[in-house]
């Protein structure tokens, strides 16, 4: 915590997102004791549940004798996929609340979830990307989002909580065996062999191995890739497979975002076998982007617009 800011300024204030889940709570208690009267935190009703409009005031009443001002942040889930729906949207409110009060907002991402997350992820075959641990800090809108507890323990933090006479609200959704992570944490519980911090380090190492990707990434693409109006062209046919991968993936996004949006994440599938496609000589298709392999160079433009019958 303390490596955020030494020594704040006056204008220094550092915004929370608090559930009244132990985790959180620690994150509160931390915060307060590190920077006082530089805190503010919010609470995030999803409008899921009856009981939800209670916690966000037991977090209230936690916050005020800490000196620590407290908003209660209220949406509509989007549809869709429940848990995904209800990540965005408290996002989405955090950004907006945190935007005009504080440069960086926190949340209490810890050891633990890291390593659940890891679980989920190898599950599901996902590559180094998918594998590597949460960033540290990342843009949220127009503030920063960190995260200063990744190399705590679920148990250092409830031990926080406990000594400062708190009993902090328990999501029953983390018990709840129709979600990934609720499993993917019983299992981690039940299984010493899975040690949570062992999982964690690896998934630490892999977003090093991330970055240097992403690095080498940038690299080739401004040496290989050349960009005109409406198309890109690509000379990667001579590069590691997972490079080639990244840097299609880049060209076909670039034409996607030609109407000035944020093109939704490619399926890994889907993305596979356009690659393959081209190293094959042929030509492909994708979220409506044509590539087409002439020579040793790739070819990306808007795919010609289906004709109706």
Request: aromatic share 4%.
């Amino acid at each position: 915590m303390i490596a955020l800011c030494s020594s704040p300024r006056e204008d220094f204030r550092l915004a929370l997102a608090v559930s009244g889940g132990p985790d959180s709570l620690a994150l509160l208690l931390l915060a307060a004791a590190a920077f006082p009267d530089r805190v503010i935190a919010a609470t995030v009703d999803h409008g899921l549940r009856p009981e939800a409009a209670a916690e966000a005031r037991f977090v209230a009443e936690i916050c005020d004798p800490l000196g620590v001002p407290h908003a209660i942040l209220t949406g509509i889930v989007p549809e869709g996929n429940l848990q995904e729906g209800a990540r965005t949207l408290r996002y989405a409110l955090l950004a907006e609340w945190a935007r005009d009060r504080a440069r960086w907002i926190a949340t209490a991402h810890q050891q633990n979830d890291v390593a659940e997350t890891f679980l989920m992820r190898a599950r599901r075959g996902a590559g180094v990307g998918g594998l590597a641990a949460m960033r540290a800090a990342r843009p949220l809108g127009d503030v920063t989002l960190v995260r200063p507890l990744l190399n705590w323990s679920r148990a250092e933090l409830e031990a926080i909580v406990a000594a400062a006479g708190i009993v902090p609200i328990e999501d029953l959704s983390n018990r709840d065996p129709r979600f990934d992570r609720a499993r993917m944490r019983r299992m981690l519980a039940e299984t010493p062999e899975l040690p949570a911090d062992r999982l964690a380090l690896a998934a630490h190492n892999l977003r090093h191995a991330e970055d240097a990707l992403e690095w080498v990434t940038e690299r080739e693409w401004q040496m290989r890739s050349r960009i005109d109006p409406g198309s890109a062209q690509l000379e990667a046919r001579d590069l590691p497979y997972e490079l080639q991968r990244r840097l299609v993936e880049r060209a076909v996004d670039h034409i996607r975002s030609q109407d000035g949006e944020d093109p939704a994440p490619l399926r890994g599938e889907s993305l596979d076998g356009l690659v393959a496609t081209l190293v094959s000589g042929k030509t492909g298709t994708i979220a409506g982007v044509k590539a087409e392999a002439k020579r040793a160079e790739w070819r990306f433009s808007l795919a010609p617009a289906r004709r109706s019958h």
